[in-house]
Nanobody, 120 residues
Framework: QVQLVESGGGLVQPGGSLRLSCVASGFTFSNSAMIWYRQAPGKERELVAAMSSGGGCTNYADSVKGRFSISRDNAKNTVYLQMNSLEHADTAEYYC?????????????WGKGTLVTVSS
């Protein structure tokens, strides 16, 4: 079955950095676009960064452009989110999402999330 396991969250001071990882299994990772979302307390889940299956196309939320970077290692079935210059507003649960295409339809799977807290 499809599994997505996030790690790398934690407590960090404003201006600091973290790298999140998401290890995928149960599907052909190299064929799937991967997306990071986040959800802050009391707010809706929002897209943070996305990367196409081959890694050639990326998309970022305006709020993280220039600070966050998404990457993937298809040999390790892992997608990363490098987060620099972290701000209080980046505090959220971060979720990994896989877009899996099957017979012309797309299905979306979620990990359980990893918590990022930016605080001094």
């Amino acid at each position: 079955q499809v599994q997505l396991v996030e790690s790398g969250g934690g407590l960090v001071q404003p201006g600091g950095s973290l790298r999140l990882s998401c290890v995928a299994s149960g599907f052909t990772f190299s064929n799937s676009a991967m997306i990071w979302y986040r959800q802050a307390p009391g707010k809706e889940r929002e897209l943070v960064a996305a990367m196409s299956s081959g890694g050639g196309c990326t998309n970022y939320a305006d709020s993280v452009k220039g600070r966050f970077s998404i990457s993937r290692d298809n040999a390790k079935n892992t997608v990363y989110l490098q987060m620099n210059s972290l701000e209080h507003a980046d505090t959220a649960e971060y979720y990994c999402n896989a877009e899996i295409g099957v017979a012309g339809q797309y299905f979306y799977y979620w990990g359980k999330g990893t918590l990022v807290t930016v605080s001094s």
